[in-house]
C-alpha cells in the first residue's frame, strides 16, 4: 500500500521489518558519504532521471515509512514519485518476504542468535550497479574503516551534490564521467593503480553499454550472472557475489571467502579457529536459497 501525499510519500512495510534496527545497521560508519543519519531519520540525495530529489525517509506512527520531499528537491512529476518509491523500496529490500528465512533460522545453530538479535533488518542494499562495483572494488583486502575512507575521497572528488542546511548530499560519480579520467586522475586517491584500473575500466563498460543491471538481471541465473560479473577485470567472486547480495538482490550469493563471515562464524560458535571452506559449505546447506540473508546476518555481529 502507498499514501501518495503533495510533498511526502508513506510505504507500508512488511511485518517483518524494523526501521530502528535498519538504522542502527546504517549508523556503522559515521564517516558515510551517501546519506545522513539525524535524529533516527535517514537524509539522502537520489538521482532519478534528469532530477536530483532530496528525500527524508522515517518511521510513522503506525511503523511505515515516511518519505518526505525536502524543499525545492521535489519529483516534478507522477512518473518520478514512482521512481522513488520503487528505490526506497529497493533499497531496504521491502520486496523479498522473510518469513521462510526466520522460519529457517530460528531452527540454525549458528543463525538463531543472529536473527533474535536483529530482527526486522533488511539488506540495505545500492541500488546503482555501478555504485556497487565500485564499492566493492574500494573495499577489496582493506578493512572497512579504510573502504568508507576512499569511498569518501572517491565521491567528493568525482560527484557533484546538493546543499541543504549547510549539509552537502552527494550523488555518486557517474559512468560516464570516470570513463574518461586517467590513473593519474585517481592518484590524490591513495589507492593502488590496480584499483584506480579497476574503476576506470568498470565506468567504461557501463557507459558503453556494455554493462547494466539489466543486463545481469536477464541471465535469470545466478552463476550465468556471477559468470558475467567476473569476467570483468577486477571483480573476482568475493566482489561479484558482494554485487550480487547488495545490489541484484539474487538471495543465494554467497562470498564464501570473506573474512568477515569467516570471523562471524568463528565467533558465533567459539571456535578458536576460522572455518575452512568444506566446514562452512557444511554449516550453510540448511541455508539453501537464503545464503545472502544468512551471510548478512552473521556480518551483523561484527559491522
Request: charged share 25%; hydrophobic share 40%; aromatic share 12%.
Amino acid at each position: 500500500m502507498l499514501v501518495n501525499q503533495q510533498d511526502h510519500l508513506i510505504i507500508t512495510v512488511p511485518k517483518e521489518f524494523d526501521f530502528k534496527e535498519n538504522i542502527s545497521y546504517m549508523s556503522r560508519s559515521n564517516n558515510e558519504c551517501m546519506f545522513e543519519i539525524r535524529d533516527g531519520k535517514v537524509i539522502k540525495a537520489i538521482p532519478v532521471g534528469n532530477e536530483i530529489l532530496l528525500v527524508e525517509v522515517s518511521e510513522n506512527t503506525e511503523g511505515n515509512l515516511l518519505v518526505r520531499f525536502i524543499e525545492k528537491y521535489t519529483p516534478s512529476s507522477e512518473s518520478v514519485r514512482n521512481m522513488v518509491v520503487h528505490y526506497v523500496r529497493d533499497w531496504f529490500d521491502l520486496d523479498t518476504d522473510l518469513k521462510p528465512y526466520y522460519e529457517m533460522a530460528k531452527r540454525d545453530p549458528l543463525l538463531q542468535q543472529a536473527v533474535s538479535e536483529f530482527y526486522g533488518l533488511r539488506n540495505i542494499g545500492i541500488p546503482d550497479l555501478f555504485e556497487a562495483l565500485c564499492w566493492g572494488i574500494l573495499g577489496q583486502q582493506i578493512n572497512l574503516t579504510y573502504a568508507y575512507t576512499l569511498k569518501r575521497r572517491f565521491v567528493e572528488t568525482f560527484g557533484n551534490s546538493i546543499e541543504w542546511e549547510g549539509q552537502s548530499y552527494w550523488i555518486f560519480p557517474e559512468p560516464e564521467y570516470i570513463a574518461k579520467l586517467t590513473v593519474e586522475d585517481l592518484s590524490s586517491l591513495k589507492m593502488t593503480v590496480k584499483k584506480c584500473e579497476y574503476l576506470i575500466g568498470v565506468a567504461q563498460l557501463i557507459a558503453d553499454g556494455n554493462l547494466s543491471k539489466a543486463q545481469v538481471l536477464g541471465t535469470g541465473n545466478f552463476k550465468e550472472a556471477e559468470n558475467m560479473l567476473i569476467k570483468i577485470r577486477g571483480i573476482g567472486p568475493w566482489t561479484a557475489n558482494y554485487v550480487l547480495m547488495r545490489c541484484l538482490r539474487f538471495p543465494n550469493a554467497f562470498p564464501i571467502a570473506d573474512v568477515g563471515l569467516h570471523n562471524a562464524i568463528k565467533q558465533v560458535t567459539g571456535a578458536e579457529e576460522k572455518p575452512t571452506k568444506e566446514e562452512i559449505l557444511k554449516l550453510a546447506e540448511p541455508w539453501v536459497n537464503w545464503e545472502s540473508y544468512a551471510t548478512f546476518y552473521l556480518w551483523r555481529f561484527l559491522y
